[in-house]
Structure formats: structure tokens, C-alpha cells
């Protein structure tokens, strides 16, 4: 089941991807930065548009960092089976992969789209 969500995700994320790259963004660090950063910004840190129908899924992830106290480096371990049962920020990383894969859930944009500060920091 969860190789299958995996499998999913990165399906998705191949045809994508070459729309993304072209029409958001521009300049090979930005692109860099999509995959390599581990802050935590207003909206979608990485490849979903934040003012796009998955964006929301951002925002409750987002909450279910917080909530839990969770960091970037626990993607690490989200993939091995059945952690998901014993690590709660594996379960906001699952929760998350679900939202965005799943074909009849559009929850709509981000919360920063109408605030007008998505991408800025947290901090």
C-alpha cells in the first residue's frame, strides 16, 4: 500500500514536473531550492503551487509539523514501512503524499494566496 502511494506520487510528480520547471520557475537556483531547503515558509515549500486546488494540503501539513515538533529530516524515515504507526510527523509525511496523490481530494489554495505571503518565512 504504501509503495503503491509512493509509485503515485512519483508518477505525478514525472508528468508534472517539465509544466512546473517551464511555467513557475525560471532560474536553476530556484529550481535547486525546491529540493534542498528545510525552512518553513507560508505555503507549499516545494513542487505544489500554493494558489493552486492542493494547496491547502501544504498548510495542514504545515500544522502537523507544529503540532508534533517536527523537522524536514523526518522524510528520511517516512518511506520505511510501518513507521507511520509509531512516528507522528511520519504520519503528517504520509497525510500530506495522500492529499496531494489523491485524485478526489482538491481541497483548494493555501491560506496565503488570500494573504498575500506565501513564500515569506515563519520566522
Known amino acids: 500500500m504504501q ?3 509512493v ?5 505525478n510528480l514525472s508528468l508534472c514536473m517539465p509544466h512546473v ?3 513557475m520557475h ?3 537556483q530556484a529550481w535547486m531550492r525546491m529540493f534542498v531547503q528545510n525552512r518553513d515558509n507560508h505555503g507549499c515549500d516545494a513542487i505544489i503551487p500554493s494558489c493552486g486546488p492542493k494547496g491547502q494540503c501544504c ?3 504545515d ?3 507544529k503540532r508534533h515538533g517536527c523537522r524536514s529530516n523526518s522524510w528520511g524515515w517516512s518511506w520505511i514501512p510501518g513507521v507511520a504507526l509509531f512516528d507522528s510527523c511520519a504520519r503528517c509525511n504520509k497525510a500530506v503524499l495522500f492529499c496531494v496523490t489523491n ?3 482538491w481541497p483548494g489554495p493555501s491560506e496565503c494566496c488570500g494573504n ?3 513564500g515569506h518565512s515563519r520566522q
Do not use: K, Q
Open 21 to 23: 520547471r517551464s511555467t
Open 116 to 118: 498575500g505571503n506565501c
Open 3 to 5: 509503495l503503491l502511494g
Open 26 to 28: 525560471t532560474s536553476e
Open 103 to 105: 485524485i478526489f481530494v
Open 59 to 61: 498548510d495542514r501539513h
Open 7 to 11: 509509485l503515485v506520487f512519483l508518477a
Open 63 to 65: 500544522e502537523c509539523y
